[in-house]
């Protein structure tokens, strides 16, 4: 998770590089500074989302797929004592 979150925060700055290259201006001004917190904490802020919507998925595919495992396994039953008979 924290990882995620990272890797989103690094992209934020990247980002925030990437703009100020575009612009052919100065990496680090003292006016602008305040810009790579922000851009990172964006980032950051956006992974952590991003973190909780695949939790999220992966307990809904969780109970769909025990929910499909209880399912076959009350077919088998059901076709081996249909068999039985």
């Given amino acids: ?23 052919m201006r100065p990496f680090f001004n003292k006016e602008s500074l305040w810009a790579y917190p922000a851009f990172a904490g964006i980032g ?9 919507v695949e939790q999220r ?3 809904i595919l969780g109970a769909r797929r025990t929910s499909l495992l209880e ?4 077919r088998a039953e059901r076709e081996a004592a249909e068999s039985e008979s």
Avoid at 18 to 23: F, H, M, N
Avoid at 71 to 74: F, H, I, N, Q
């Fill in 71 to 74: 399912k076959r396994a009350r």
């Fill in 1 to 23: 998770m924290v990882h995620k979150v990272l890797f989103w925060a690094g992209f934020g700055l990247a980002t925030r590089f990437w703009q100020l290259g575009l612009e």
């Fill in 44 to 52: 950051g802020s956006f992974g952590w989302w991003l973190t909780g």
């Fill in 57 to 59: 998925q992966q307990a």
